[in-house]
């Protein structure tokens, strides 16, 4: 009787732990959000396909519908009827320490680089160091630092 319990305080031992072992150095999914750098951005995909990225800088943002570059340190997609826009609360897309890098969180690897899809989102780097993220029939993106959204 005793022996079997000590297996199975072991297997439980080994399962309980297994998560622990087996978890990545940089694991990017924090819950059901997912967070990756890439160049000076830090960002996140929450699990309800929201999207969003913080700049270590600030950027300009211009709408087609505005005649002016807007400065912006931030920028998400968090509704379908609302293009990308700012949110104006730096940091909430950045873990404590930093993001892993986007390299090492991809799912895949487009033509031009890496990229990452999760809950119905996509961000993915481009040509000459550009970048974009889509969700929710929205998208923005940033190539020298000028955002299009």
């Known amino acids: 009787m005793r022996h079997i ?16 072992l087996f978890a990545g150095a940089a694991q990017a999914d924090n819950g059901d959000t997912v967070y990756f750098s890439s160049g000076y951005m830090n960002c996140s995909i929450a699990g ?7 700049f270590t800088s600030q950027v300009q943002a211009q709408y087609s ?21 700012p949110t104006f609360a730096v940091g909430t897309h950045t873990l404590p320490g930093g993001n892993p890098g986007l390299v ?30 889509k969700s929710k029939g929205r998208t923005w993106g940033i190539y020298s630092g000028i955002i299009s959204a």
């Open 5 to 20: 319990v000590k297996r199975l305080v072991g297997v439980f031992a080994v399962v309980g732990l297994a998560p622990v």
């Open 48 to 54: 309800d396909g929201t999207v969003g990225c913080d």
């Open 65 to 85: 519908f505005l005649p002016v570059l807007l400065p912006v340190r931030d920028m998400v997609i968090d509704q379908s009827w609302l293009p990308a826009h």
């Open 104 to 133: 090492d969180v991809k799912t895949g690897d487009g033509t031009w680089g890496a990229y990452i899809e999760h809950a119905g989102a996509r961000c993915e780097s481009g040509f000459h160091g550009s970048f974009s993220c």
